[in-house]
């Protein structure tokens, strides 16, 4: 395998795409050196997933991972939290070595292009398994290999509030298609259209349960206030 014995470092946001990314990874044979979750100090940051960005600590629980999560906070303003990643990165590196990053953009350049500035300072490479990949047919292999998400923030008009906190299957990923094509949003959500958390995947050992209730924001603008996350086993049927 392209990946084997290579040590891996997973940019997870809590989201679908970063957390996709690095299962592949794992799926690849890159081994888990470490997990890092980056809290922007800003809503508008242009690097970083802001939503629940604390609940990735519940993600890398289930994995059996705890032990190598990383959390670390960044300014938020544009630019400078991309210097200040570079310097985390650096001193994770330092600590526990790892020679790839996991990015999960699908078609945002100005992720990928810092991301990719950032692994070539450090002299490691970028894994974007999902770069360039059709957001349809991502959506639909998503939740065919085993991943269930809820959408945390919905920011669009046509994606209705029914959905947000409502753990995505495949009926569901078909309607979010459907109304992408009437509507014009992007399918996978990749220009901010919603924000989403994983709640299992197929390299999770347990998965999370998550309490809370809808609260409009805006015209089109609704967020799903968590109240609790707990973690719980898998069924074994």
Known sequence: MAGELKRVCGLISGGKDSNYAFYMALREGYHPACILSVRPGRSDSWMFHVPYTSLTRYQAEAMGLM??????GVSGVKEREVEELAKILAKLKER?????????????????ERIAWIADRLGVEVYAPLWGRDPVEYMRRLVREGFTFIIT????????SRLLGKPIG?????????????????????GGEA??????????????????EPVKKGPYEWELRIRRVVLVEKSRV
């Open 153 to 160: 923030r919905i920011a669009v008009y046509g994606l209705p």
């Open 67 to 72: 032990q190598v999560y990383y959390e670390y």
């Open 96 to 112: 526990v070595g790892f020679e790839a990053l996991t990015v999960g953009a699908l078609a945002s350049r100005y992720q990928y």
């Open 195 to 212: 924000e989403t958390l994983v709640v299992d995947a197929p390299h999770f050992h347990r998965k999370l349960h998550v309490e809370g």
């Open 170 to 190: 495949r009926e569901e990923v078909e309607e979010i298609i459907m109304l992408s094509e009437k509507h014009g949003f992007h399918p996978a959500f990749e």
